[in-house]
């Protein structure tokens, strides 16, 4: 069990197994929208943003906002929360050797990109190509953070596979070592997203609806690897079935994906992303242990009227604790 604490120790909420639920203990998150909810009450924690027709992340939406069903049926919002709330950020990177012109660019970024976060944020910064390697475990230390990634990184031998659905599964791991808080969880992947099939994808995106942990990644492909790649699938398209990447995964935890040239450019946005997200909390009707319920989140009819073409990204379920 872990614990969500918004605001005040006496506004708090319990998050049960890290499987998207809470549970409400005195006045819950809301208690700012003056809202009050009775002790007991069980929550879902949906986190999610949602972005205008040019792909620009809306910010300054109310609960009436959006309309929540699980399973199919529709659930009343009780409480929204906005970047206020702390953040748990796992960096992912991708150290195959296709990676390293892009890895040394982004890396080159790190600072800039890890202004993004707020006072109190923590990061971990991982590695991966066949194996993942921890490099910095869960840190406020933003500063070490980013000697983690513009030295330590580069150091690393790049090289071998790109098990990209184990790393990702690895990285949702590291949230359940961690004591119980607040934060909202998320990983950021870099990497070029070819990979070799390691996992079910399914099975990956329930360990992050279990982790309450949403993937977000930044794809960018150096240029003569990427020709390369493309020489060998029409050369011998069969290769193709070998290739297993984390778009699907990040869709249906909620994530976003950008697809980019300009890494360090595209590593500030998505950082900022990654921390302007919206969390919308609904009661949690009865299910059974270890079921995987449904999660759909869309626009209300005045917000889609006043907002047309904008689409929400939010995680497609949660695993029922």
Known sequence: MRTVVAGQARNAVSVVCGAAVACVLVN??????????????????????????????????????????????????LSIAADEQPLDLVLLFDISLSMRGVVQQIAEAAQSGLRQLHKGDRVCVMAFNTRSTLMLPFTDDLQLAQSAVQRNLMEQRFGGGTAIQSAVADAGERFGVEASSERRRAILIVTDDIGIRTRREESVVHELWRADASLSGLIVRDAKFNTAIHVRSILAPETLLLQAGMKGIAEKTG?????????????????????????????????KRGEARRVKVELSTDAAKRIPGAVVRARHGYIVP
């Open 255 to 287: 994530g976003d994906v950008l697809h980019s040239k300009d890494g360090d450019v595209a590593f500030r946005d998505m950082m900022h992303r990654v921390r302007s997200r919206i969390s919308l909390y609904y009661r949690m009707p009865e299910g």
């Open 28 to 77: 819950a998150i809301a208690a700012r929208q003056n809202e009050t909810f009775r002790s007991g009450i069980s929550l879902v924690h949906v986190d999610m943003e949602v972005v205008d027709a040019n792909h620009r992340v809306l910010t300054g939406l109310r609960k009436q906002d959006f309309r929540i069903f699980d399973s199919g049926s529709e659930q009343p919002i």
